[in-house]
Structures are given as structure tokens and as C-alpha cells.
């Protein structure tokens, strides 16, 4: 692995270095670095199953990443989360593929579904205290995490995953890594605006 970090061109490595950071930090730091404009997406088709798991730095979504206070920041947050709360539209799934969603949950700290849970998670980590900045200063790095869970009844009508509709409502996403896994196989792409349609 030292090798291989070595042989990487010197532009990459503060990257590397920051997922191998961000690994220790987060939870969910195994889905690779925070970094703004860029979201990562795990894509799985099974069968009828379809899942889809969004990661994404809450800069992306919203334009920020500390706790809503303004009625301006919450009203941002609020319509995020009911984009995120229509992913047939948002993924732009076909309606011949019969998909109905069977399980949803977005988590984030801006939607402050679990402040308490939040703040534990915190002080595993944090040795500075627990004052209100010490807790706002450990959100500056917010994510908002959208999985989803689909049946769909004609999956053979899944033959793309097209993105367009993610990159169109939020546009400070710039690019999302791609993990799909689907019958033909396991591949990574990176998606943009200008390339937003990937094959199952």
C-alpha cells in the first residue's frame, strides 16, 4: 500500500491522505474523502432489488454545512430534503421498470433527525470539551446520506442510471463517483453533468 501511495503522482496525494484521515474520523469515512462538489453514489441492481446509496457533503445539497439557525438556511434545507425525499424523479427511474420504493432513510446532522445521537458521536472524538462550538465546529464537515431501497417489476428496463436530474437540482455537485454493481458486473465511474448516464 506505502508503494502504491508513492507511485501516486504528488497532485493525488493529499487526497489519499485525506481519505486514509477520514477513515479513522467518520463512520462513514470508508466511502472515501470529503470533498466539495463531489458526491458518491453506490448503485446495486438484483434481481428486482434495486439499491441506492447517496453520499454526499452537505455543501453540495444545501451550500452549507453548519446547523440551520436563519429561516433562510432552514427553508434551504427543508426543499433539499424533499428532493431527496422523491428519488423516482431525482434518479430519473424509468416508469417501465415498475420501481416502488420499499425502504428510505436520509440521514444528516442538518436535518437534525438526531441531535443527541449526533453529539455522542462527537465526543467519541472530540477532546476539546463539549461546548456549543466545540459541537458546531465538528459539523463543518456535515454529510447528508440518502439510501434507498427499490422493487422494481421490470428491472430488464433498468439498462441506464441516469444522473441528470441530481447534477439539474443540485448544482454545486460537480461530479459523483460511481460504485455500480449490477448483474453484468462491478464497475467505478465518475459521473458529470456533461456525462450523467451510466449503464447498468
Known amino acids: 500500500m506505502r508503494r502504491l501511495l508513492l507511485a501516486l503522482p504528488f497532485a493525488l496525494l493529499p487526497l489519499a491522505i485525506a481519505h ?3 477513515d479513522h474520523d467518520h463512520e462513514h469515512g470508508s466511502l472515501g ?3 466539495h462538489g463531489v458526491g458518491r453514489l453506490n448503485a446495486v441492481l438484483d434481481g428486482q432489488a434495486l439499491a ?3 453520499d454526499s457533503p452537505a455543501m453540495n445539497l444545501v451550500g452549507f454545512e453548519h446547523l440551520a ?3 433562510a438556511d432552514k427553508a434551504k434545507v427543508a426543499a433539499a430534503r424533499k428532493q431527496l425525499e422523491n ?3 431525482l434518479f430519473n427511474l424509468p416508469k417501465s421498470a415498475g420501481c416502488v420504493i420499499s425502504t428510505q432513510e436520509l ?3 442538518l436535518f437534525g433527525d438526531k441531535p443527541e445521537a449526533d453529539h455522542d458521536d462527537d465526543d467519541d472524538h472530540a477532546t476539546d470539551g463539549k461546548g456549543t462550538a466545540a459541537h458546531e465546529h465538528h459539523h463543518d464537515h456535515s454529510e447528508i446520506h440518502a439510501h434507498y431501497q427499490f422493487t422494481c417489476a421490470t428491472p ?3 439498462s441506464n442510471l441516469d444522473l441528470s436530474q441530481v447534477f439539474k437540482t443540485f448544482p454545486a455537485t460537480q461530479k459523483i463517483q460511481v460504485q455500480l454493481i449490477s448483474p453484468s458486473g462491478q464497475q467505478g465511474v465518475e459521473a458529470t ?3 450523467a448516464t451510466l449503464k447498468f
Request: charged share 10%; no cysteine.
Open 193 to 195: 453533468a456533461q456525462a
Open 69 to 71: 439557525t436563519s429561516a
Open 156 to 158: 430488464t428496463a433498468l
Open 20 to 22: 486514509a484521515h477520514d
Open 107 to 109: 440521514n444528516s446532522p
Open 52 to 54: 441506492l446509496e447517496l
Open 87 to 89: 428519488p423516482l424523479a
Open 33 to 35: 474523502a470529503h470533498e
